[in-house]
């Protein structure tokens, strides 16, 4: 009896050291490798004030602006919701999202963070000369904090903000009433 234990455990150790043997060989040898599956790059566009108020004119659509940026939790919070609302509104309303994050951020921070959201909506990176003189040109009731949510109507006129998370609901009941019945109008 330990006789058959020890040649099935010399058998055992053989196959052993020829599977390492034969692993150490190939990694000599260059592996060829399938190239990873590259994921689309999040394009971000920098904007100045000038094409910032260019950028917020409807064109025939409501039109949806977000105003947040990496380093603010709750505009991080209020994103996947953000996500799914555009996706249930695609095609019926225009909807872009505007970072106030550094400049340098632009090929770095900002599109990873929308990347892991799976954001598909226009992003801008705003880099204004005066942002207390801008701020009431987007908004007359804006003070500046984050997120901030504003919808236009088609030509123009503000039909619903908010500064803080937005309210789902809230938001739904207001696209809706630009646009038709919800989500059944798709």
């Not at 592996?31 to 990873?36: A, I, M, T």
């Not at 904007?47 to 917020?56: H, I, P, R, S």
């Not at 109507?153 to 919800?182: C, H, N, W």
């Amino acid at each position: 009896m330990c006789r058959v234990r020890f040649q099935t455990l010399g058998g055992i150790l053989g196959v052993i050291a020829f599977s390492c043997a034969f692993a150490f060989a190939q990694t000599k040898r260059p592996l060829r490798q399938k190239p990873l599956a590259q994921t689309p790059a999040i394009s971000v566009t920098q904007l100045d004030d000038a094409g910032l108020l260019k950028t917020l004119k409807p064109n025939a659509k409501p039109l949806l602006v977000n105003f947040w940026a990496t380093w603010c939790d709750p505009c991080r919070e209020e994103f996947p919701d953000l996500v799914k609302l555009d996706a249930e509104y695609k095609n019926r309303i225009d909807f872009i999202t505007v970072t106030l994050d550094e400049p340098k951020d632009i090929k770095t921070t900002v599109p990873k963070f929308l990347s892991e959201m799976k954001a598909t909506m226009p992003a801008y990176l705003l880099v204004s000369a005066d942002e207390s003189e801008l701020i009431p040109k987007i908004a007359k009731d804006w003070t500046g904090g984050m997120p901030f949510t504003v919808l236009y109507g088609p030509s123009g006129e503000i039909a619903y903000f908010r500064q803080g998370k937005v309210q789902m609901d809230v938001l739904k009941t207001e696209l809706d009433k630009l646009v038709g019945t919800g989500s059944a109008a798709k």
